[in-house]
Structure formats: C-alpha cells, structure tokens
C-alpha cells in the first residue's frame, strides 16, 4: 500500500495542481477537484491513500 503526501499549489476552476511533499520533485499532478474533499484551498496538505485524498490537520 503507497501513501503519497501533497500540497495544493493552485486551484483552477474544476481542477487543482499538487506537489509532492514527501519527495524532492517540482513536477505538478493535476487533479480533478471532484476527487479532492470540498474544503481544500491553496497550501492545503493532502494524504493519499487506498485512491482517496485525506487532508491533514
């Protein structure tokens, strides 16, 4: 089972950009927002894991 842990960089409209945090990487991954929780804003942290993205307190 993988976890990946991320940021949200930026939000345009139906989808947002994320970094990778647990990783020396400046690669983008572009998300759908409908797979993201409703709550993110930009500097969200992000866990994902079993496909679902969780965010950290």
């Given at each position: 089972m993988?976890?990946?842990y991320y940021e949200v960089v930026?939000?345009?409209g139906d989808y947002a950009n994320l970094k990778r945090t647990?990783?020396?990487s400046?690669?983008?991954?572009?998300v759908?927002?409908?797979l993201l929780p409703a709550?993110?804003?930009e500097g969200t942290k992000?866990?994902?894991e079993l496909m679902q993205y969780e965010i950290l307190p």
């Open positions: 993988n976890t990946f930026s939000i345009d647990d990783v020396e400046e690669e983008l991954k572009l759908a927002r409908a709550e993110i804003t992000l866990k994902y």
